[in-house]
Structures are given as structure tokens and as C-alpha cells.
């Protein structure tokens, strides 16, 4: 009797394995893809960084622009999503900063940026 070659199943594993982090990636970067607001709820947030809106692009572009003193700064930013963690580099200052990230129950974005976490809303 012969027996199988293992490394066939062991790629075969992998490959399954692969595919079922690109999905989980693939879904991820559906759900942050559009525009989110800080929520106004969050007051906190809106006192320590001012009225946020974020968004998020197909071509793995971010637009992070920020309302204050009525003035508005706009940040040019590229992005990946690796698991739960969201990796952003600011093209005028090439650094990636790495942001883990969920969704609550009422669909609102969680950003946990070093322990200070904030809520943002579809719009």
C-alpha cells in the first residue's frame, strides 16, 4: 500500500487557510469603506481632536479631514486592514500607525488608538 504525499494536504490546508483570511480581510474593508463622522455623543472625542470625518476608499485612500476653529485640515492617507488592527500611513509623513478597530452593535466604527478609544458614525 502507498501512501499519500503529505505536503498535497498540507498545501491543500493552506490554501483554505488563505482564503478564509482574505475573506475575513475582504469583509473588514467593506464595512469601513464610505464615510464616518465622530459621534456627536461622543464628546469627549470632539473636545480632544474636533469634528472628524474619515473616508475610506476602494483604492485603499483615506481622506481624514478635521473641523476646528473654523478652519478644516484635510490629511491624505493610505490604508490597510490586517485582522482587526487598521495600518495608516500619512503620505506628507510616510509613518505607518497601527489602530485596532470592531464595530459595536449599533454599527458604529470603534477606533482604539494606544488605550483611547473613539466612536464614529456612518454618514
Known amino acids: 500500500m502507498t501512501q499519500a504525499n503529505p505536503g498535497i494536504e498540507v498545501d491543500s490546508y493552506y490554501r483554505r ?45 483615506l481622506t481624514h479631514s478635521i473641523k476646528a476653529d473654523g478652519k478644516t485640515q484635510i490629511i491624505s492617507l493610505t490604508y490597510k486592514v490586517n485582522g482587526n488592527t487598521l495600518v495608516t500611513n500619512q503620505l506628507s509623513k510616510p509613518r505607518e500607525e497601527r489602530t485596532v478597530f470592531e464595530f459595536d452593535q449599533e454599527g458604529r466604527l470603534i477606533l482604539d488608538y494606544q488605550g483611547r478609544k473613539t466612536r464614529y458614525v456612518r454618514i
Open 17 to 61: 487557510v488563505l482564503e478564509r483570511d482574505r475573506k475575513r480581510k475582504d469583509k473588514a474593508t467593506t464595512l469601513l469603506l464610505g464615510t464616518w463622522r465622530v459621534d456627536p455623543s461622543d464628546s469627549a472625542a470632539i473636545a480632544e481632536f474636533g469634528d472628524v470625518t474619515m473616508e475610506f476608499k476602494d483604492d485603499e485612500s
